[in-house]
């Protein structure tokens, strides 16, 4: 493979290893808002923050650790028929199946931008974007919507750049190498 590939492989991987290790402590976090949650309730007001958050914690955690799932193969698969089969005939499967999963990031990008558009507020005067009247939840709390639709549109192209590499590195199965 040329060096280029295997240094994109390599780069992307270790992103995704190093964002996808970052959110596996999200879990943490959202187990102490939930518990925060039900001590508030029990024994005072409750809050109006506590699901809100526990929302946007559980997404990051979801959308920033798909990619590392993909880079660990831990997600699910239907391993009747493919468990079976040698090496090389897996990564020609996998590099064929791999386009549907990049054109659904790639639908799933351009829904987040415009969703993270809309919920900065941008509009264009000319060549420049100016940012207008900032998205806010409307429940109680009222938060801005903005940061966990980065957070999403971060997530995709993570998943999409992962499943990049996983193409690379099948085509190097398939041709006998190793990255």
Not at 67 to 91: G, N, T, W
Not at 130 to 150: C, D, F, V
Request: net charge positive.
């Amino acid at each position: 493979m040329p060096h280029p590939l295997i240094a994109f492989v390599r780069l992307v991987d270790r992103t995704n290893y190093g964002v996808g290790r970052f959110a596996m402590y999200l879990l943490f976090a959202l187990m102490a808002v939930l518990m925060w949650s039900s001590i508030s309730k029990a024994f005072f007001n409750p809050s109006l923050w506590t699901l809100e958050m526990a929302q946007f914690l559980m997404v990051a955690y979801y959308v920033l650790g798909g990619p590392y799932a993909m880079q660990m193969e831990a997600h699910v698969r239907m391993d009747l028929f493919y468990a079976k089969q040698s090496p090389v005939r897996r990564a020609v499967w996998d590099g064929f199946t791999v386009f549907v999963v990049m054109f659904y990031m790639a639908v799933l990008i351009w829904g987040a931008a415009e969703s993270l558009g809309y919920s900065l507020g941008l509009t264009w005067d000319g060549l420049w974007p100016q940012i207008g009247r900032l998205e806010r939840s409307p429940t109680a709390w009222r938060p801005y919507l903005w940061p966990i639709k980065l957070v999403m549109l971060v997530g995709f192209a993570l998943m999409l750049l992962q499943a990049l590499s996983a193409f690379i590195r099948d085509l190097a199965t398939i041709r006998g190498e190793t990255i």
